[in-house]
């Protein structure tokens, strides 16, 4: 009799709990102060620390779970090579890092969720192992891979011994959702996350958050001093030079590509990793309900007419000899 009753209200309440959870998490969770007449928000764990990119939507507002199943259908399919390694939740956790800085936050809505598509339109091309006869096409089989299966090398470069010097037995082929590939990528990336990235290196292949965080902040930051980053040329914060435009750099996805990869793959026409990416672009555009015609023109959209940035001395963290594939 007791019990019974325990049971019954105990249900009741959970019943009248619900809507009010609800409520606290889509509503009660923004705060809004003023700095100087400057609006700065807090959305909790998702968007932290009073910015004023915080006060807009963040990334889960307008991609969810399901979105992300849609763009990576083929992830755990037995054929693929990192089953049950990526999901929804390790992507949101390490974007959360970065929407304070504007990542997926910057601007409306649609300019979020076309930065998500551009974003993911790179990782997608990275780490497919589809080929043109796979079911669901060649472009559903983004994130099958999370490293490098066959290095023909360990990628240690002697140059970088007293700033970024090999640990003996390990191996700096690719691995992530941008691959890294050498000891320096390796060691910059990890002071950068403050993880220590030389000495294990395969943490990211042991770790999706992590391996997110890594290829979120290779977005985010300039391959090379005084160069752009591939989220500033996308969203707009960059604003072309003389030399840019005589060089038909322009705001956009095909800068993005310039700014990661340099002469790797623009100013040549017909790159197939440049056209690679680009197909991934817009079927996410695509697939999120955004649309491919929201990505532009020719100009915009490849970069095979622009002269490329010199990452020379830099070293883009993308060089390698072989893809991850
Ligand atoms: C917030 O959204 C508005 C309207 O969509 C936009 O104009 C503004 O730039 C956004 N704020 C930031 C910081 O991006
Ligand atoms: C994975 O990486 C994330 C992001 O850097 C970190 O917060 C988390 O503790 C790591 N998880 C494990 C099991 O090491
Ligand atoms: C513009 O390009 C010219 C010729 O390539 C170069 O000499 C000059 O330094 C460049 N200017 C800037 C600001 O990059
Ligand atoms: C790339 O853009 C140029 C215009 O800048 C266009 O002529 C060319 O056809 C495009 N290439 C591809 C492969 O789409």
Same mark, same amino acid.
Request: negative net charge; contains cysteine.
């Given at each position: 009799?007791?019990? %019974?009753? $325990?049971?019954?209200?105990?249900? $009741? ?6 809507? =009010? *959870? ?11 102060? +003023? =700095? +100087? ?9 998702? #968007? ?6 915080? #006060?807009? *939507? ?19 399919? /037995?054929?693929? *090579? ?8 390790? @992507? ?21 969720? %076309?930065?998500?598509?551009? @974003?993911?339109? *790179? ?27 066959? /290095?023909?090398?360990?990628? #240690?470069d002697?140059?970088f +011994?007293?700033t970024y010097p090999c640990t003996?037995?390990?191996?700096y ?5 941008? /691959?890294i590939?050498w000891n320096y990528n390796y060691g910059k990336t990890g002071e950068a996350?403050?993880?220590d990235l030389l000495n294990?290196p395969?943490?990211?292949?042991? &770790? ?11 977005? $985010? ?11 500033? =040329? ?23 590509? &310039? ?6 793959? #623009?100013? +040549?026409?017909?790159?197939?990793? $440049? ?24 100009? =915009?959209? &490849? ?5 490329? @940035? ?16």
């Open positions: 009799m007791e019990l %019974k009753w $325990m049971v019954i209200l105990s249900t $009741m309440a959970l019943l009248l709990a619900a809507p =009010v *959870h609800g409520d606290e998490e889509s509503e009660a969770k923004l705060i809004v102060k +003023k =700095v +100087k007449g400057k609006k700065l928000c807090d959305q909790g764990w998702e #968007c932290k620390g009073f910015s004023e990119y915080c #006060c807009n *939507h963040t990334i889960s507002d307008y991609f969810q779970t399901y979105q992300f199943e849609n763009l990576f259908s083929k992830r755990n399919t /037995p054929v693929a *090579h990192a089953v049950g390694f990526w999901d929804y939740h390790s @992507f949101i956790t390490a974007a959360a890092l970065y929407q304070p800085h504007g990542f997926g936050t910057t601007g409306e809505k649609l300019t979020g969720m %076309k930065e998500v598509a551009a @974003f993911l339109g *790179h990782v997608g091309s990275k780490t497919s192992c589809g080929y043109g006869v796979a079911t669901g096409g060649p472009l559903a089989w983004g994130l099958c891979y999370n490293k490098e299966m066959s /290095p023909s090398q360990t990628y #240690c002697d140059d +011994k007293y003996p037995g390990v191996s082929h690719g691995r992530g959702a941008l /691959p590939y996350l403050k993880v294990h395969e943490y990211l292949e042991n &770790n999706a958050t992590l391996a997110f965080q890594a290829a979120v902040w290779r977005w $985010m930051t300039p391959v090379k001093k005084n160069l752009p980053s591939a989220h500033d =040329v996308f969203v707009g914060n960059w604003k072309p030079t003389k030399n840019d435009t005589l060089a038909k750099r322009i705001p956009g996805f095909g800068t993005t590509m &310039n700014a990661l990869y340099g002469d790797q793959v #623009c100013g +040549k026409d017909d790159d197939e990793s $440049m056209n690679n990416m680009v197909s991934h672009y817009l079927y996410y555009l695509d697939l999120m309900g955004v649309g491919r015609e929201e990505a532009g023109p020719h100009e =915009v959209l &490849n970069c095979s007419e622009q002269e490329a @940035f010199d990452l020379s001395s830099a070293r883009s963290s993308m060089s390698s000899s072989s893809s991850a594939s």
